[in-house]
């Protein structure tokens, strides 16, 4: 693995903001209808950048669209409607289908002993970002859902401080809390609080806990390295001045009162667009994401296995999850790296294989099974796919794209394996390649965006899946390599970084039986969390599946050659 980089709080990779001061010298109330963009030359641009006639439809129905307007700058989207992607997630959680993901971060340093630096990184990092602190409203004047900022946010809104809890680093983090992260009911629309919230565990450790609608598992690894950067950043005396003009004064007495966003007060921060709507940057739903060709691989099973295991028992949201994780360290994972590197395939390609021969008991040997690996669209993202008001978070140096920008992922058909083979690595790999790199995906959800209500929560489309086969087999969602940089903020304090992520989700009744979710960093190497439906075995030999993280980690070491006991 790479050594961590350091970064010198007074160099020129070091977070600083100086050189944006004065350049925001107005902004209108976006709440009063003077500042309205009513459809002229601004609208006009948006919807031709459309490029499928669906969300032409879709936003041309839309009244107006509220923006900022400095003079001599840049437009900057304060609120946007709902897209018809993001509906679905809403749907989904107004249903009791899925609750949150999450993640939890090991930090190097005491969070807890200096609350005011603490208040005033969260503080920055929400103007900078202010999707953090949006809602989802309905307006059923005009028929839309809208993606807005709440009007007060407080300390005790977004974080909740529980000293109780594990810390300080290098424990694992428990199962409970993972639990509690992802299958609690945290958050709600149509209210004044935002989608988003921090736990401090102990004195080092922050959970950070999302509601889908407006964030995608991306996010869950954003926040943490963005909330990093931002301690360092305010931990730095000499960026105090460039705070104060450019995120206020803070206040002398920290508590869970104390405003951390104040819309009406803190308007003239936000300098930063929401992120755009996933539609904007890819193909109409029309399109078909195989372009109909008969031969493309999530068509056909394998041959010999005509039928998908139907999974171990029918859809129900009376159920329980677990969620069981390990960790493969940074001197084996770097091996690991290594050999997939040598046969040119990605690891998440690798683990897919693995994870079928791990789970072959499970399987059986009569059936194929289905496994999906989640895509992040935000690789289609560029300046001349969105209108202008967009393109200043696009273009900006180290901004962090947070949004909803994930696919499901396109089904592979896996046959009962009894032995491992890199031939077959490669061949899934060559599957996943094709479809990173499709910008039709929205193609596969073509009935939702033709049929479902902007309104409405969608009922018969998630109802009828209870008491029916889950979707897949298995789901993976590999969010990558974390960037944990070690931030050098003066030679009488300790340098800020992480040392380990974590990252969890929730599981939807009716999607698939096992999930595989995955984050990497410098010091922390692999972490897994596998989760399951753990409310019955009844439908298997076992009483429990708490062998089978150790067994899929251990194959994963065996197949790239790595000792175990290393």
């Not at 490029?51 to 700058?73: H, K, N």
């Not at 993976?476 to 050098?488: D, H, Q, T, V």
């Amino acid at each position: 693995m790479p050594d961590l980089m350091h970064i010198s709080a007074d160099s020129a990779q070091a977070p600083h903001i100086s050189q944006e001061i004065g350049k925001i010298t107005f902004i209108s109330d976006i709440r009063d209808d003077s500042a309205i963009v009513k459809p002229g030359p601004i609208l006009s641009d948006i919807l031709l950048c459309f490029s499928s006639s669906l969300s032409i439809l879709f936003f041309s129905s839309i009244p107006s669209f509220r923006i900022r307007s400095p003079p001599m700058c840049e437009h900057v989207v304060i609120e946007r409607p709902l897209g018809a992607g993001e509906n679905f997630f809403r749907c989904r959680t107004e249903l009791g289908f899925y609750y949150n993901f999450a993640s939890v971060a090991a930090y190097s340093r005491d969070l807890t002993q200096d609350v005011s630096l603490l208040y005033r990184a969260l503080r920055k990092s929400v103007l900078d970002y202010h999707l953090l602190v949006c809602n989802v409203f309905q307006d059923t004047a005009k028929g839309i859902q809208v993606v807005r900022p709440v009007d007060v946010v407080t300390l005790g809104d977004v974080v909740r401080f529980e000293p109780w809890s594990f810390s300080p680093s290098n424990t694992p983090v428990p199962e409970k809390c993972l639990h509690d992260l992802c299958r609690e009911s945290l958050f709600n629309f149509n209210v004044e609080k935002p989608l988003f919230k921090m736990f401090v565990y102990g004195t080092h450790d922050v959970g950070a806990s999302f509601e889908h609608t407006l964030f995608d598992g991306v996010v869950a690894m954003y926040f943490q390295e963005i909330l990093l950067e931002n301690l360092a950043f305010c931990d730095d005396a000499s960026n105090n001045s460039a705070y104060l003009d450019m995120y206020g004064a803070v206040p002398e007495n920290i508590d869970s009162s104390t405003i951390v966003f104040d819309y009406n007060a803190d308007k003239q921060y936000l300098r930063n667009s929401l992120p755009p709507p996933l539609e904007m940057v890819m193909q109409d739903p029309s399109v078909d994401y195989s372009d109909n060709d008969p031969h493309h691989y999530s068509k056909h099973p394998p041959a010999g296995f005509p039928e998908k295991w139907p999974g171990r028992f029918p859809a129900t949201k009376d159920m329980t999850v677990a969620f069981k994780s390990f960790n493969i360290p940074p001197h084996q994972f770097g091996q690991i790296l290594k050999k997939c590197k040598e046969n040119k395939v990605t690891f998440t390609s690798y683990l897919n294989c693995i994870q079928a021969l791990a789970l072959n008991p499970i399987y059986g040997d009569k059936h194929h099974s289905s496994s999906v690996v989640a895509i992040t669209l935000r690789r289609f993202l560029s300046p001349n796919k969105v209108p202008p008001e967009y393109r200043n978070i696009l273009t900006k140096d180290g901004y962090r794209i947070l949004g909803m920008y994930a696919n499901m992922g396109v089904p592979e058909f896996i046959a009962p394996l009894k032995h491992f083979s890199w031939d077959y690595v490669r061949e899934i790999h060559a599957n996943s390649a094709q479809s990173v790199k499709n910008d039709k995906l929205l193609n596969m959800r073509k009935q939702w965006y033709d049929e479902a209500s902007v309104i409405g929560d969608n009922r018969g489309f998630f109802d009828p899946a209870i008491g029916k086969n889950k979707a897949d087999s298995v789901k993976i969602s590999n969010l990558g390599l974390a960037r944990f940089p070690i931030y050098e903020v003066g030679s009488n304090k300790q340098p800020w970084t992480i040392h380990d992520i974590v990252f969890a989700q929730d599981l939807a009744p009716n999607a698939s039986e096992f999930v595989f979710n995955l984050v990497s960093s410098p010091k922390g190497g692999l972490n897994v969390v596998m989760s399951y439906f753990d409310h019955r075995f009844d439908d298997s030999e076992h009483e429990n599946f708490d062998m089978y993280p150790n067994i899929v980690k251990n194959m994963i070491l065996e197949h790239a050659g790595v000792d175990v006991q290393s």
